[in-house]
């Protein structure tokens, strides 16, 4: 069995990307397999605002038009990438289990927000992030910094920012984990939605590959962020909504945390949902609604 998989050229996608295989090849000792490295637009257009080109979903547009055209048979995506509907012939019902959900703050000069000096620059293409920092540090002037890990980890060298925030999962993927100044608490900085989760994608008729990647899968995992993206459908959020989301299983008992931030940091609106673990769309639109009753929109 020959398996040809999709993903972004980035160093940290072809992590990902081998990572997957790697839990694939556990049971399924004897498949091949092909990466397929695919160059997305959200790629090609590094330095334009995500928020006014398209969003999140151009950095899966390419990969999942592969897919459709059965050019490849699987594609790996970092979850928090992946925007609440997907197209009706493909599907992710897998997912790896989660890594490390916290943000890490990153300078090769201040070892935490706190020391930054008035006025530094903090670099970031992320809404959530700038509403974060700047609900800490309204000082502070917040840059949009596209680019995969590297690029940006080249971009702070270079001194184009004084201090930048990257998903520490990713850092951990890459063996980049030392260059992580702080680390901030969930309660401090709440992840993006699905942060820390590797999906795979197939389509749906694909009965072959379902029964593949259905090996791999992380219940667990899949519940959490499944009351996350619930969230996320229900706000009908995207790039440019300061949002995050944050789900724990504990036995049977599946917690949610959700906000929504206005852009400068100044108001923030929070849900606490708790619930059965077979709850979780439940959960993510009982969060959505507090919060659209909280703020109005």
């Known amino acids: 069995m020959k398996i040809r998989v999709g993903t972004r050229e980035s160093q940290l996608a ?48 390419e990969i999942e038009e592969s897919l459709l055209a059965s050019k490849i048979d699987l594609a790996v995506h970092s979850m928090k990438d992946v925007p609440a509907v997907s197209p009706e012939s493909l599907i992710i019902d897998s997912v790896l289990e989660r890594g490390d959900v916290r943000d890490a703050f990153i300078s090769d000069k201040y070892n935490s927000l706190e020391q930054l000096p008035f006025g530094a620059v903090v670099g970031t293409s992320s809404s959530r992030r700038k509403a974060a920092i700047l ?34 999962a990713g850092l951990k993927r890459l063996g980049l ?14 992840p993006a939605i699905a942060q820390g989760a590797i999906g795979i994608e197939r389509r749906v008729e694909d009965e072959k590959m379902a029964e593949v990647i259905a090996k791999v899968n992380h219940t667990e995992t899949m519940t959490c962020i499944t009351a996350e993206r ?37 108001i923030l609106y929070s849900s606490s949902q708790t619930g059965s673990k077979n709850q979780a769309l439940e959960l993510g639109k009982a969060a959505a609604d507090e919060i659209k009753n909280k703020s109005g929109i």
Request: net charge neutral.
């Open 177 to 190: 984990e030392k260059v992580a100044k702080y680390i901030f608490d969930c309660k401090e900085m709440l």
């Open 230 to 266: 619930s969230f996320l459908y229900h706000l009908s959020g995207d790039c440019t909504t300061p949002i995050s989301a944050y789900a724990t299983l504990a036995g049977e008992q599946l917690s949610l945390v959700a906000q929504l931030a206005e852009s400068d940091g100044t």
């Open 135 to 168: 609900s800490k540090r309204p000082d502070l002037i917040v840059k949009n910094f596209r680019g995969n890990v590297i690029t940006r980890l080249d971009k702070l060298a270079k001194g184009e920012v004084d201090a930048t925030i990257l998903a520490y």
């Open 14 to 61: 072809l992590a990902q990307t081998n990572i997957v295989i790697n839990e694939i090849k556990k049971h399924y000792p004897e498949a091949e397999f092909e990466i397929i490295r695919i160059k997305t637009t959200g790629d090609m257009l590094y330095n334009k605002n995500l928020a006014l080109i398209g969003g999140k979903g151009l950095f899966l547009k």
